[in-house]
C-alpha cells in the first residue's frame, strides 16, 4: 500500500527515511533532485538510482503534485491556473512574466480566515492549510508547464491565504525551495505578504533563512483597519507598525506595504499625509491598489484623479510609491482580491512583482 508523500520531505527527513528502509543515506540528494530540480515524479525515469531501490521506493512512497484542471492567459502572458490537490480541494497559482523577471504568485491555504472586507477569498473562510509540499508542489508545476525548470523567476506568497497563518508549512516550503540540491531560490528572490499576525511576523524576524516582506495595511487609523481587516481588531495598526520597525530588513531593501483605495473610505489627502506619518522611521514603499469592484464586495474604486493625488501626497513626502496601472486584457488571478480583477486591471501580484529585483 502507497504510504507517504515523498514531495513533503525535505532532505534531511528523506536521509532519515531512506536510512530507516535500509538504504544509504546518500541517494536522498539524487532523488531530491529528481522531483525538486528536475520535477521528475516516477521513479522509472530515475535512472541514476539501481533497480531494486526504485521498486522499493515505489512501494514506499507516492510523488504528489497538483494537477492542472485549467489554464488561462491573459493577453499580456500572465497565465493563471487552477490546480486541484490530492483531497480535491481547488486552488490557484499564477505565472506574471517579465515585470522585469519572472514571477510566480502561489497560494498558501484553501480559502482564507481572514475575512478582509474587500475580499472575496475571505468570504470563503478557511478550509484548510496547504502543506509544504503542495506549496512546493505549485512550483513544480509551474516550472514544467512553462518549460522554466533552467530559468530564474521570483514568488509572490500572494495568492489565496493568509501565509503567516500557515507558518510552519510555508517556512518549511521555502527552506526546500532554498535546498541547493532542488531548485536553489534564494529568499531575495520570495516575497512574503501578509495582514500582520503579529506573534509569526515576531518569529519571522528570527528565521536565518527570510523572505522579503509586504504588509496588507489597506489603513491609516485604528478604526478604519478594524472595519477592513478584522485581524487588526487583535493585533492592531500601532503594533505591526512597530513590529515593522523592528524587522530586520537588509540594506537596500524595503518593506512593501500594499494600500487598496476604497473611495470615500480610505482615499483623502488625510489618509495619504496619514499614511506617510505612519511609516516614519520604516524603510518602506507603498503599493497603491485601486480597487476593482466585484459583486459582492461593497466599496467602490476611486477615480484616478483621487489616486494619483494620493500617490503625489505620499511621493512629495519622499515615501517610495507605485500605482497599479491599467492595461490590456488580464485575467483574474488567484487571491482573493486577485479574483476581483476586472479584465483591464493589472492584479496586485503582478503589482508587486513589477517591485521585486530582477538579479
Ligand atoms: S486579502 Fe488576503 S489575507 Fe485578506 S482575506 Fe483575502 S486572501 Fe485573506
Known amino acids: ?40 515524479t516516477d521513479f522509472a525515469e530515475m535512472t ?23 489554464k488561462e492567459i491573459s493577453s499580456d502572458g500572465t497565465t493563471k491556473f487552477l490546480l486541484r490537490l490530492e483531497d480535491g480541494h481547488l486552488i490557484e497559482s499564477v505565472f506574471i ?8 504568485c502561489l497560494s498558501t491555504q484553501v480559502g482564507c480566515a481572514m475575512k478582509c472586507g474587500f475580499c472575496l477569498t475571505g468570504k470563503m473562510g478557511i478550509i484548510r492549510n496547504l502543506t509544504a509540499g503542495e506549496i512546493v508542489g505549485q512550483v513544480r508545476v509551474l516550472t514544467r508547464e512553462l518549460s522554466m525548470l533552467q530559468s530564474r523567476f521570483n514568488i509572490v506568497l500572494m495568492g489565496m491565504g493568509e501565509p503567516l497563518h500557515n507558518y510552519d508549512a510555508v517556512m518549511k516550503a521555502l527552506r526546500m525551495l532554498n535546498d541547493e540540491h532542488g531548485l536553489a531560490v534564494n529568499p531575495r528572490r520570495v ?24 504588509i496588507s495595511l489597506h489603513a491609516t487609523t485604528e478604526d478604519q483597519r478594524d472595519a477592513l481587516v478584522p485581524i487588526n481588531r487583535k493585533y492592531g495598526l500601532k503594533e505591526l507598525l512597530d513590529a515593522c520597525r523592528r524587522f530586520p530588513v537588509k540594506r537596500r531593501e524595503r518593506i512593501t506595504f500594499e494600500y487598496v483605495m476604497l ?24 503599493n497603491l491598489l485601486p480597487l476593482n469592484e466585484a459583486a459582492g464586495i461593497p466599496y467602490e474604486r476611486p477615480s484616478d484623479a483621487r489616486v494619483n493625488r494620493f500617490a503625489k501626497i505620499v511621493a512629495d513626502r519622499g515615501v517610495t510609491v507605485s500605482v497599479r496601472k491599467s492595461r490590456g486584457r488580464d485575467i483574474r488571478a488567484a487571491c482573493g482580491q486577485l479574483i476581483t480583477e476586472s479584465a483591464r486591471q493589472k492584479t496586485p501580484a503582478q503589482q508587486l512583482a513589477a517591485m521585486l529585483p530582477i538579479s
Do not use: C
Open 1 to 40: 500500500m502507497y504510504s507517504h508523500d515523498l514531495a513533503e520531505l525535505d532532505l534531511a527527513e528523506l536521509e532519515q527515511s531512506l536510512e530507516s528502509m535500509g538504504h544509504p543515506r546518500f541517494h536522498a540528494r539524487q532523488l531530491y533532485q529528481w522531483v525538486h530540480k528536475r520535477a521528475v
Open 48 to 70: 541514476d538510482l539501481g533497480r531494486e531501490l526504485r521498486a522499493s521506493l515505489a512501494g514506499a512512497f507516492r510523488i504528489v503534485t497538483p494537477e492542472v484542471v485549467r
Open 97 to 104: 512574466p517579465d515585470t522585469p523577471a519572472n514571477t510566480f
Open 191 to 214: 516575497t512574503l505578504s501578509t495582514v500582520g499576525v503579529l506573534p509569526a511576523l515576531e518569529r519571522l524576524a528570527t528565521e536565518p533563512l527570510m523572505p522579503n516582506l509586504a
Open 263 to 286: 473611495k470615500d473610505v480610505n482615499d483623502t489627502d488625510e489618509d495619504a499625509r496619514g499614511l506617510v506619518r505612519l511609516l516614519n522611521g520604516i524603510k518602506a514603499k507603498v
